[in-house]
């Protein structure tokens, strides 16, 4: 999860380089407004993602510390085994947030990816790749919690959004590396 979080930064990362150098080249004046506004929106989910690394680890030390209380008597065992459900809930949220921003980014990126100087074609693309990367990756690991949570509503409204996410994101970076791939071969 936090390496899916880091990647997702990345991309995020080299999206708002190239909105910040693309307007201070001759030809691109005209690029300011809208690459500045879409460079401060990759910037805010670059600090997010940046933030998730630490928040995946977190959320998984609450699933360890629950498995830890005391399961002596039928009370400890029921609130031991609500305190897991809730950490593994956690665990969950905490990817699925990583990939609904990863999307994000590849939604920025596709504002970018027609404005950006041509030269910077190929940061575009790679930022897509990285933020497609931490998205599937933050989906793994959303995944992986699920046969441990027993809240069958809680499930089927992830992957409900999981799928939504994932036509975002497939369709986002099809569309950049389409673009990315035009400009490169030119």
Do not use: H, W
């Not at 690394?53 to 629950?66: E, G, Q, R």
């Amino acid at each position: 999860g936090s390496v899916s979080a880091l990647a997702g930064a990345l991309g995020a990362g080299l999206g708002s380089m190239v909105c910040a150098l693309t307007p201070s080249k001759k030809g691109f004046e005209k690029t300011l407004a809208p690459l500045s506004s879409a460079g401060n929106d990759l910037v805010l989910n670059l600090e997010g993602l940046k933030r998730a690394v630490d928040l995946d680890t977190d959320a998984f030390n609450d699933v360890m510390t629950a498995m830890r209380m005391p399961k002596n008597t039928d009370k400890e065992k029921q609130e031991r085994d609500l305190a897991i459900e809730e950490g593994y809930k956690k665990a969950t949220l905490v990817p699925f947030e990583t990939a609904n921003k990863c999307v994000d980014v590849l939604l920025g990126l596709v504002n970018v990816v027609d404005l950006g100087n041509p030269n910077s074609a190929s940061d575009v693309g790679v930022g897509a790749l990285m933020a497609y990367a931490g998205f599937e990756g933050a989906v793994l690991n959303v995944m992986i919690n699920m046969p441990n949570i027993k809240d069958e509503n809680f499930k089927k409204d992830i992957m409900t959004k999981i799928s939504g996410l994932r036509s975002k994101a497939v369709n986002s970076r099809d569309k950049i590396l389409g673009v990315v791939n035009e400009k490169i071969t030119k």
